[in-house]
């Protein structure tokens, strides 16, 4: 740890008020230590982290923290701050923030101390001793483990794959879990934490396998047979799920591993006295099989297995629309859409002329675009049943273009892989041919009959109804256009963010791989709608400031440049506050703005929104106006019935406010 924090990275007296304001604040401690190269590049990677899942912890913590190419060592800052900030724990503000930066390559030495740090803040003792310090160099050295913090009476290590030993007939309910997060550095080793915490103080033995960034060791099959049932607390998928097939589980993220354990450890019990036992799927114990299992372990109903299938291939997708849509839309900029139609810039670029550059700006776009149908079934199949199924999900979606059934091709192409691949991984084969399994027999056949699905029974009927599709959409005029853009507008702004978000925003970007003026005016109007939700709670909170809290204004603040920037996520902290009253407010908002658009017949040929993108937008003024009506309609019913409400916030800016003080302004 004397590599990772120094007196110098820690300051106990941070000033910041915003979260983004602490991770600038001890990010420029790195840089001024020379441990992050290029600050703005390093703040957008923790940003882009904190958008994934909020990083506060319950007991007023933050951990605001990624891996980063801008990192040039493993560092460790620490803030100690007096007003609290804001990072999304149920239980209100944080006042002891951890900035975690590890670079894109971090070895495993590193990560595992920095898992040690995680599991230590789940010590009341040691935070109480974070508190107290009052010198920089003494609080690093307490974090660094020099300096001694009281140890609570009776604690252990969490048991892992190795330490794991043979329970005696009569020993207590036993559990095995699972915990990971996307980055692998905190929430994981919290989990783990926190879980064998509390299996100790109800008389549980807890053994749990860390899948985190410093690698995970498998726990032993004769601790998974012993088992009487396994919590999954996971925001990425579990490696080889088919070693725990025949017990009870509970599957949950890995925040309410950290936020309630005895919860799930009691859920865990009750669903072994029911004898419910989760449908893992058939397989082998790992990879070399291909018996990694596939999403569905859980035995949730279908349709929550769905949406996760596809929520899988979107969001890999996301990157490629983002990039080549971005790449399109700023060469339309700059040489017009004509510039559509250029020759290849392969054969005639010229180094002087703007043309030239508009049109390989455009084909380097196109190429990006390229790759849309073919991620989303290659994702989707993968996140079905894993590595094996990327191979025929790719090649499916491939064949989708070439039949010409577009993006709803390249869903069915996706499904088809996945559930192919985990046919042929329920049938046993003998041990020699298990090792070329997942390389070789899976994508060789599974490849074949999707191919021969796409090319000969599915693929033209999916065309056909796209094509339906098409010209439904290039039809649509007067009350039918503007019933579907109050249909989107909704979606858009229902979860923020969440699923059904993503599928209207991922129907919008469907429509421009083969653009129309219909495809158009749809992207436009989900682009639109999407704006709403955190514009509305940024002007709610700037003209009646009454109704919030100071940390609620704080993100109404925020909220100004992430709603013009379209990131929507920008109003979950208030609907998370109070979604009563906040939720339906930006709903109605986003239905009149996505109505407004499509009458109005704006059109919009990136895959983004915000203000960058409307030099490309057809009808700017009148989209403009949408948003604008859109944003007054939520801001009123929002201030509305919060000003309807009995119980009034105590003014988060008086002396003494506290915590509790900060969540009133949620009680109804």
């Avoid at 992050?36 to 912890?57: H, K, N, S, W």
């Avoid at 298990?434 to 999707?450: E, H, N, T």
């Avoid at 992207?523 to 809290?549: N, Q």
């Avoid at 506050?577 to 658009?597: C, F, Q, Y």
Wanted: net charge negative.
């Amino acid at each position: 740890m004397s590599e990772l924090i120094t007196a110098e990275l820690v300051d106990l007296d941070l000033s910041a008020e915003t979260k983004d304001a602490a991770a600038r604040s001890l990010a420029e401690r790195m840089v001024a230590a020379h441990r992050v190269t290029d600050l703005d590049g390093f703040l957008a990677d923790v940003a882009a982290r904190e958008a994934q899942m909020p990083t506060g912890l319950d007991g007023g913590i933050g951990i605001p923290h990624c891996r980063s190419e801008h990192v040039s060592a493993p560092t460790l800052a620490f803030g100690r701050s007096a007003r609290g900030i804001d990072f999304g724990a149920a239980d209100g503000p944080a006042d002891l923030v951890f900035l975690i930066a590890a670079p894109a390559g971090a070895d495993d030495d590193h990560l595992t101390i920095l898992s040690g740090l995680a599991r230590r803040l789940m010590d009341p003792e040691f935070t109480a001793a974070l508190r107290a310090g009052d010198d920089p160099g003494t609080v690093a050295a307490l974090i660094r483990g020099e300096e001694p913090a009281p140890e609570p009476e009776a604690t252990t290590p969490i048991a892992t794959a190795e330490e794991a030993a043979p329970a005696e007939d009569d020993a207590p309910f036993r559990i095995v879990a699972v915990t990971s997060c996307p980055t692998g550095i905190a929430h994981t080793y919290m989990a783990a934490e926190s879980l064998t915490a509390a299996g100790r103080a109800e008389g549980v033995e807890v053994t749990v396998e860390t899948q985190g960034s410093a690698g995970f060791s498998k726990l032993d099959p004769a601790v998974i047979a012993r088992a009487d049932a396994v919590i999954w607390a996971h925001d990425v998928e579990v490696r080889e799920k088919a070693r725990f097939r025949g017990k009870p589980l509970v599957d949950v993220g890995v925040k309410a591993g950290i936020n309630r354990p005895a919860e799930l450890i009691a859920e865990a019990r009750r669903k072994a006295e029911r004898g419910e036992i989760a449908a893992v799927p058939q397989g082998g114990d790992g990879p070399a099989d291909g018996g990694d299992g596939g999403s569905g372990a859980d035995g949730a109903h279908f349709g929550v297995r769905l949406r996760t299938y596809l929520m899988s291939g979107v969001s890999y997708m996301v990157p490629f629309v983002a990039a080549g849509g971005l790449l399109i839309a700023l060469s339309f900029a700059i040489g017009g859409y004509e510039i559509a139609d250029a020759k290849s810039v392969a054969d005639h670029f010229v180094w002087g002329q703007m043309d030239s550059w508009a049109a390989l700006l455009n084909q380097i776009g196109s190429a990006a675009f390229g790759f849309l149908v073919p991620v989303l079934a290659g994702y989707i199949a993968y996140g079905m049943a894993d590595r094996p199924a990327l191979v025929p999900g790719f090649v499916g979606g491939a064949i989708a273009l070439t039949v010409d059934a577009g993006f709803l091709g390249g869903l069915v192409a996706g499904l088809l892989a996945g559930a192919v691949v985990m046919a042929i991984q329920r049938v046993p084969v003998h041990a020699t041919l298990r090792g070329i399994m997942p390389v070789l027999v899976i994508p060789l056949i599974a490849s074949a009959v999707v191919g021969f699905l796409m090319f000969i029974v599915v693929g033209k009927p999916i065309a056909a109804l796209q094509s339906a599709l098409t010209d439904w959409l290039n039809g649509l005029s007067g009350s039918n256009a503007v019933i579907l853009g109050v249909v989107l507008g909704l979606m858009m702004c229902f979860d923020m963010g969440g699923p059904l978000n993503k599928v209207a925003y991922a129907f919008a970007v469907g429509g421009l791989t083969d653009p129309t003026d219909g495809s158009l005016k749809v992207m436009a109007a989900v682009m639109a709608a999407g704006m709403v939700p955190p514009l509305a709670m940024a002007l709610a909170t700037t003209v009646r400031k009454k109704l919030f809290t100071k940390t609620e204004r704080e993100n109404g603040r925020a909220a100004w440049v992430l709603g013009a920037s379209f990131i929507t996520e920008g109003a979950i902290p208030f609907a998370a506050a109070d979604p009563l009253r906040v939720i339906p407010s930006v709903m109605a908002g986003g239905a009149v703005t996505g109505a407004l658009s499509m009458a109005f017949g704006c059109t919009l040929r990136a895959p983004h929104g915000g203000i960058f993108v409307v030099p490309l937008i057809g009808e700017p003024f009148l989209y403009l106006l949408a948003i604008g009506a859109g944003t007054l309609v939520a801001t009123a019913l929002v201030v509305l019935l919060k000003g309807a409400r009995r119980t009034v916030p105590v003014p988060a800016d008086e002396a003494g406010a506290t915590a509790t003080d900060a969540r009133v302004g949620a009680t109804a």
